[in-house]
């Protein structure tokens, strides 16, 4: 058996994949070897190995690769990062891997300079491509771009999203003066109030963001505007123990000047509640950690030292944070006052609370908090001891007692107090945030906009171990995303194909619609059960997680929404039904832990609180409440959770992606130890998944991703050619220029309005195009050529058709003439019809008168008299024939009167003449009369004469018997003489016989003597020289077993197993390899195994085509045919199971047309030759004219041949496919090579 051992990418758990080599097919299987061989054999299904094409070259676009699945799409990543190469394109989305140290060059100056104004593809894949891409876009279709950077933490989108704002201002900003510094200073703000140092990421973005960059009409930068989203607020409470909370806090006891610090009452990390449970080391360089004094460090920082990122370091960065507020409008009075917000909130967290032992079960502020709360008062700008009432109670409005809305305090315990002091520290951090965000905003102009490129920074994907309402909320925003993606990437693609008439085969795609209706929808929705949830007295996160369960659950494995016991994960399946759900996202399924959900979903300060801030002495705390949603206003049953805010600014932000242009960055983490240079593959490619990047290559492998309309092509390029060309219509100029480069037919498409390009070909075509005036010369001669020969071709098609109608007129002429005639005819026809019946009758009257002439010639007397008569109704008769046909106005009762007239001298004819006839024949019958009487006579007289002859007769043969009778009796009388004889003859011969019997047996019984005599001699001789004993005897006749012995011997154990089963009817042959297989088909005499193993290895081939089919390139898939497509066809089709088929059946032949599928069909027509032994092909054979034949036997090209059974080729139905032996034989005599026996 020979496989081709075929290069292929097999999947591995912790590779991703791993090259290696097809060694066995084993069914649905197939046994593979790695190249490398540290990695084990092993058997795989069929749907993880994917062809491996060329595994060691990379390209830029992966649609360039041979073979494009994910495995190569990995493959072209691994390669490419280990060269420093971190992008990549799946077509115009760029795939950027996260390099975790700096490229020299990568985004200097010189590198924006490089990519001003190229096309995608023209130059490496980058970002700045792309963000030049977006501003191209922008222009030329007058359409604002949405760039949207996903990825998950740590994957290098806040880094991407800078290089691609620093591309847009240092190109088109130069003239927008103090914009453009705003626009770039907004991230170091932004990101020291909504980053922190998380486990995945030092400087991980707790918020998302979509930055906008707005242009003029004159495409200058002319302002900007953020908009964020989730601001992760559970961190500035608490957070793990490796991470840190948001960055400024660090900031300020780091980098602030002692002054500020004394002011704020600032020390070191490990003095804040807030703080000091989780990491409490800054981020220092070896100067700045000399800028910090021993009061400013924690205990961690003294033991371990700073931490260290190249982009990070709290002591610098607070100037930054310092000048770059300045910068964005901040007075120095504000500044103080954002600085005590942060400080105050330090401080809050510091308050802690006692029980009391009063009656009404409340609680008081610790003595030992007591500094921290006047701190934190004072800093906040409210009474210290209003905030400890606020804090230690709830204002209530009675519904009892008094008249409703009497407010009354209720004392708080000691963990609700707790609670209401961590809603106000998040409250006001929050506001902060979002007042820095606005102040940003205001800051930047963007009245002068005409368009804007959006750039969205957004956490991907998430899935935790434990997931919260953020993870939530966040998959939940990237199913939108995702569901955005497949629009426009998948489904718009292939609508805009349909509707330009490109023949692109439909990409299917997972619809994750369901799912995020399970999220959002208005009346069932999980937000909606969660809204309803927080309305009741006593909201309870079990009687939400049952009410989810019970509305969105399914009982079916698909269900997208199940219980947690349902989770792959043990950690998971210990959560009860009422403590979680689990939900199949697109990216996978993620258990959600349900006991924060209530209070994550509402941020709302209880009354007293919000009273309290609202009425501060600080203008910036007034300020941040009092823009407040003020929930506690509206009541519980009409409050806005933080849920339904997010929704309402996901759908805004939705419509905005939805009428912008779109660009699609994914970022890829490469490991999870935050370092360069190392790479794994299998991360890679769960990110992959999770970005929905895997789903686009199946629409990248048959997609033309570059278009362009025919009049933009025609502005863009037609200054570079001369005029004569410039005045083409804009079809017809793209047309010629296209078909002129010589660009393979494969790589471009016409559609109706537009022209499509395979990836990359738009940038071939738009350098070439672009060339020196040299090449371009070439091209406009080689666009002249075309031109002319495509007029040619117009005029030799409208010379035939011309030559066409003209041979339709002359046919609709002829056409024209039958009908005139038919009609003619009929006319004259109906004009002539008395004239014509009157002939017809006067012809049949000629014919009666020449009857009656007839007649008229067996008259004996006065004939020449009847003749001259008839000869008179004759003449009469031509000359009335001759009159109704010259007489054109002759009247039918004319024609009538003659006609009769005419009849009746015929007939009176003819009565005369039969008259006379009578006559005549009664005198020939009376001398008929006379003559019978003379015969009667003349007759007696012979009788008496015969008479008297008979009687002599009698009287001889009366002597005749007596002479008989006489010798009969002497006859007799001999005969009896010669019995007696013959009876003494007898008798002496039986005498001779018994002497003759005697003496042989006399001859017998000598011999026997004489025998008898020598046996006793040899036996007397044996017994004395033999040992006693029967000598071995000979039990049977050789069996056929041992006929085969040595047979037996040369197969392989397997095949000696397998025969030792002879007898029974099925076998397993699972197990075996192909090599046995075909040596068992080879050499076999078992014809039940013998058949077992052809349907085994048919059935083996078969799903292995199946595999390459499914995995071959289309172009190369024709080539590979093994047999004529209508034969394959016949195989796809239902069929009736085979009957149970003849063992060792016949051997059967057969030939069909075959057209090998290919550019020109008319050469590659030829036919297809088989010899089937029984069910399965024997030997076939291929001839096309001017072709070498293709000629091939079982056991020797079985990879190139037909795989399938006689029964489901179908060729025993085809009319006229089966023919004799010696047709096949003469065939494949005449095209053998000599070198095949
Ligand atoms: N192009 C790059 N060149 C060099 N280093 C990079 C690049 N992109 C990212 N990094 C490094 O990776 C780190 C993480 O990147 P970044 O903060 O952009 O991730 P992120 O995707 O925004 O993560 P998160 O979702 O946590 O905000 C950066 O701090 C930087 O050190
Ligand atoms: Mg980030």
């Not at 453009?180 to 998302?208: C, H, V, W, Y």
């Not at 200058?220 to 953020?226: D, E, K, L, S, T």
Request: aromatic fraction near 8%; proline fraction near 4%; charge should be positive.
């Amino acid at each position: 058996m020979t496989i081709d051992k075929q290069l292929v990418w097999v999947r591995d758990p912790n590779e991703g994949f791993v090259l290696a080599r097809l060694q066995e097919l084993m069914g649905e299987e197939a046994d593979v070897f790695p190249v490398d061989n540290k990695y084990p054999r092993r058997v795989c299904n069929f749907d993880d190995i994917f062809p491996a094409g060329e595994p060691t070259k990379d390209v830029d676009d992966n649609c360039e690769l041979m073979f494009l699945n994910e495995a190569t799409l990995l493959n072209n990543m691994l390669t490419r990062y280990k060269n420093n190469k971190i992008y990549t394109y799946v077509a115009n989305i760029l795939l950027a891997v996260n390099p975790y140290e700096d490229i020299p060059d990568m985004y200097s100056s010189n590198t924006i300079k490089k990519y001003q104004g190229r096309s995608l593809g023209e130059l490496p894949p980058h970002v700045f491509a792309i963000a030049d891409k977006a501003f191209r876009d922008m222009k030329s279709l007058k359409q604002s771009q949405s760039i949207i950077v996903s990825g998950e933490s740590g994957a290098g989108k806040t880094e991407s999203t800078k290089y691609i704002l620093k591309y847009l201002c240092d190109l088109w900003a130069k003239g927008a003066g103090p914009v453009e510094q705003k626009i770039l200073d907004a991230n170091p703000i932004l990101e020291a109030f909504g980053n922190a140092k998380t486990t995945r990421n030092n400087n991980s973005s707790r918020f998302g963001k979509f930055m906008e960059v707005h242009f003029s009409n004159k495409y200058q930068v002319v302002g900007g505007h953020i908009s964020h989203y989730l601001l992760e607020k559970s961190r500035i409470c608490t957070q793990s123990s490796e991470e840190r909370n948001y960055h400024v806090f660090y900031l300020l006891c780091a980098g602030a000047p002692p002054e500020l610090r004394a002011a704020l009452k600032i020390t070191k990390p490990d003095d804040y509640l807030y703080l000091k449970n989780g990491c409490t080391q800054y981020f220092t360089s070896v100067q700045s950690e000399k800028k910090i004094n021993a009061s400013q460090k924690s205990k961690q920082q003294q033991a371990k030292g700073g931490l260290r990122d190249p982009i990070l370091d709290d002591v610098e960065d607070f100037q930054r944070l310092h000048q770059a507020l300045s910068r964005v409008g901040l007075s120095e009075a504000e500044k103080k006052s954002v600085y005590s917000i942060v400080a105050a909130v330090l401080h809050l967290g510091n308050v802690q609370f006692e029980e009391e032992g009063g009656a009404r079960g409340g609680c008081g502020v610790a003595p030992r908090s007591e500094p921290a709360l006047a701190a934190a008062a004072a800093l906040l700008g409210v009474d210290p001891a209003e905030l400890r009432m606020a804090l230690v109670s709830r204002l209530m409005q009675s519904s009892r007692g008094g008249a409703k809305g009497t407010a009354i305090m209720v004392p708080l315990k000691t963990y609700e107090a707790c609670s209401a002091r961590d809603a106000l520290a998040k409250a006001v951090y929050s506001r902060l945030f979002d007042f820095i965000v606005r102040r940003i905003n205001g800051s930047i102009p963007s009245s002068a906009s005409a368009y804007y490129i959006g750039v969205l920074d957004i956490a991907g994907f998430e899935y935790f171990q434990m997931n919260s309402f953020e993870q939530f909320c966040i998959n939940y925003c990237n199913e939108k995303l995702q569901q955005f993606f497949n629009e426009r990437i998948l489904k718009n693609e292939q609508e805009l194909y349909k509707r330009e008439g490109l023949n692109v085969p439909e990409i299917r795609f997972v619809d994750n619609q369901d799912c995020i209706d399970l999220i959002e929808s208005k009346n069932h929705g999980v937000f909606h059960i969660l809204d309803e949830e927080s309305k009741l007295p006593k909201p309870e996160y079990g009687h939400f997680t049952n009410a989810v369960h019970k509305e969105l659950g399914g009982s079916n494995a698909n269900a997208r929404l199940q219980l947690p016991r349902a989770s792959r994960l043990k950690a998971h399946r210990t959560l009860r039904d009422h403590e979680g759900f689990l939900l199949r996202h697109f990216a996978g399924a993620v258990c959600y832990n349900t006991s924060q959900f209530i209070e994550k979903n509402n941020d709302a300060l209880h009354a007293s609180l919000e009273f309290l801030v609202q009425e501060s002495n600080n203008t910036l705390v007034q300020q941040l409440f009092e823009t407040s949603d003020n929930n506690n206003a509206k009541g519980k049953l009409n409050f806005i959770s933080v849920g339904a805010k997010f929704q309402s600014q996901l759908s805004q932000l939705m419509d905005k992606l939805k009428e912008n242009g779109t660009n699609f960055i994914r970022c890829i983490k490469p490991n999870s130890r935050m370092v360069g240079k190392q790479i794994e593959g299998s991360l890679v490619l769960t990110q992959l998944q999770c970005s929905g990047t895997i789903a686009v290559l199946s629409l990248m492998e048959h997609g033309f991703p570059s278009r362009a309309p025919f009049a933009d092509l025609h502005n863009m390029y037609s200054s570079y050619l001369p005029p004569k060309l410039q005045n083409l219509s804009p079809k017809v100029f793209c047309q010629a220029i296209v078909h002129s480069f010589g660009l393979s037919d494969k790589d471009y498409k016409f559609g109706v309005t537009r022209v499509f390009f395979r990836p990359g070909k738009y940038s071939e075509f738009d350098a070439i195009m672009r060339s020196d005036p040299d090449s371009l010369r070439a091209i406009v001669d080689s666009v002249l050529a075309w031109l002319v020969k495509s007029r040619w071709r117009r005029g030799i098609f409208s010379v035939l058709s011309i030559v066409k109608l003209k041979h339709k007129l002359a046919y609709r002429r002829r056409c024209l003439v039958t009908l005139q005639r038919c009609v003619r005819g009929h006319l004259a026809r109906r004009r002539h019809r008395p004239r014509m019946r009157g002939l017809a009758k006067l012809r049949a009257l000629q014919e009666r008168l020449a009857a009656v002439r007839g007649a008229a010639a067996q008259l004996r007397a006065g004939r020449e008299r009847v003749h001259e008569q008839l000869a008179r109704v004759a003449a009469a008769l031509a000359a009335a024939q001759a009159r109704i046909k010259s007489d054109e106005n002759i009247t039918s009762e004319e024609i009538e009167s003659t006609y009769a007239e005419l009849t009746g001298s015929v007939e009176s004819q003819m009565t005369a003449l039969q008259k006379a006839m009578v006559d005549q024949k009664n005198k020939e019958e009376q001398e008929r009369l006379r003559k019978i009487e003379e015969e009667m006579r003349a007759a007696e007289e012979a009788k008496r004469q015969e008479q008297e002859r008979i009687r002599q007769e009698e009287e001889n043969r009366r002597l005749k018997a007596e002479m008989e009778a006489r010798r009969k009796a002497e006859e007799a009388e001999r005969a009896r003489s010669e019995e007696r004889d013959r009876a003494a003859a007898l008798a002496l011969q039986r005498q001779m016989e018994l002497a003759a019997q005697d003496d042989l047996a006399d001859r017998d019984r000598l011999e026997q003597e004489r025998r008898d005599h020598e046996m006793a001699v040899r036996l007397a001789k044996e017994t004395n020289g033999h040992v006693e004993g029967s000598p071995p005897q000979l039990r049977s006749f050789p069996t056929m077993d041992s006929v085969n012995g040595e047979n037996r011997l040369n197969r392989s154990e397997r095949v000696r197993m397998q025969q030792a089963l002879q007898g029974k009817q099925k076998y397993d042959l699972s197990k075996w390899k192909y090599s046995e297989l075909r040596d068992t088909i080879n050499t076999s005499c078992d014809i039940e195994l013998l058949e077992a193993c052809r349907h085994e290895f048919h059935r083996r081939l078969k799903v292995y085509h199946a595999w390459k089919a499914r995995n071959a390139r289309k172009s190369t898939l024709a080539e590979q045919e093994r047999a004529p497509q209508s034969v394959l066809d016949a195989a796809k089709a239902p069929r009736l199971p085979a009957r149970g088929e003849v063992l060792g059946a016949r051997h059967r032949y057969f030939r069909i047309p075959f057209v090998r599928p290919g550019a020109d069909c008319e050469e590659r027509r030829g036919w297809w030759y088989a010899h089937f032994d029984g069910q399965y092909v024997a030997r076939q054979m291929e001839l096309h004219p001017d072709k070498t034949p293709v000629l091939l036997r079982a056991g020797v090209d079985d990879m190139q041949m037909c795989e399938l059974s006689l029964e489901e080729t179908g060729l025993t139905r085809k009319r006229g496919a089966e023919i004799l032996e010696h047709e096949f034989e003469r065939e494949w005599q005449r095209h053998a090579r000599p070198a095949q026996p």
